[in-house]
């Protein structure tokens, strides 16, 4: 959904990306510097409810910036004739990892339950589901893209859309944190009928 205007803020970042070629970074060192920063907010999401839901506010920072760099590494790519099919390949790999990190410190925080850190009503099933949901839409584009079916922009929750959603219910957890048990069902339902539209999508296009 937000792939056009996503590239309109790639078009506005053209001065950042010279900033990040002169100080040496090359695409893959951002997206490294990302992957990095994704994991420190993947800390700072488990520990939010044993020291203070202020890191909630932290995770967000840390998750914006790093999906800051996921944008600048194409950027840089594409501005300074960097690109490469390994330069997209890994980006693609730590993307996931990073997913993976996040939602897998949520589910360690115990955020992912009407009450989070309480053992009776503790239960990762939606954390586990938006996970899955997660991976299976970057999924589905690969194997999509790898049988000639174009997927860009095809179901409501691509990567872009899965930060925002996050991000909204992160912050508003900070001042009640069961929203983010409400954000992690927002993204578990919508994660996964990405998943079927995508699926949905490939049937229709080989079918022609």
Same mark, same amino acid.
């Given at each position: 959904?937000? &792939? ?21 970074? &090359? ?6 510097? #990302?992957?990095?920063?994704? $994991? ?15 890191? +909630? ?6 998750? $914006? ?21 390994? #330069? ?22 115990? +955020?992912?339950?009407?009450? @989070? ?10 954390? +586990? ?14 194997? @999509? ?21 996050? #991000?909204?219910? &992160? ?8 929203? +983010? ?28």
């Amino acid at each position: 959904m937000l &792939t056009k205007l996503k590239k309109r803020i790639q078009e506005m970042l053209c001065a950042e990306a010279n900033i990040a070629h002169r100080l040496g970074l &090359t695409p893959n060192k951002i997206s490294i510097v #990302g992957f990095v920063l994704s $994991l420190v907010s993947a800390v700072a999401y488990a520990i939010a409810p044993i020291h203070s839901v202020l890191f +909630l506010i932290l995770a967000v920072v840390f998750m $914006l910036v790093s999906g800051f760099c996921d944008t600048m590494d194409g950027i840089v790519a594409r501005t300074f004739n960097q690109t490469s099919a390994f #330069g997209a390949f890994f980006d693609s790999v730590l993307d996931r990892y990073a997913d993976v990190a996040i939602y897998g410190g949520i589910i360690i925080g115990g +955020l992912c339950s009407p009450v @989070a850190g309480d053992g009776v009503l503790y239960n990762p099933i939606w954390g +586990l589901a938006a996970l899955a949901g997660s991976v299976l839409v970057s999924y589905t584009r690969a194997r @999509a893209e790898g049988i000639g079916v174009k997927m860009e922009s095809v179901g409501f929750a691509e990567r872009a859309e899965r930060m925002l959603i996050l #991000g909204v219910f &992160t912050i508003i957890a900070v001042f009640y944190l069961p929203a +983010l048990y409400v954000g992690l069902i927002v993204l578990a339902v919508l994660t996964n009928f990405t998943v079927i539209q995508r699926v949905h999508h490939v049937f229709k296009m080989l079918k022609k």
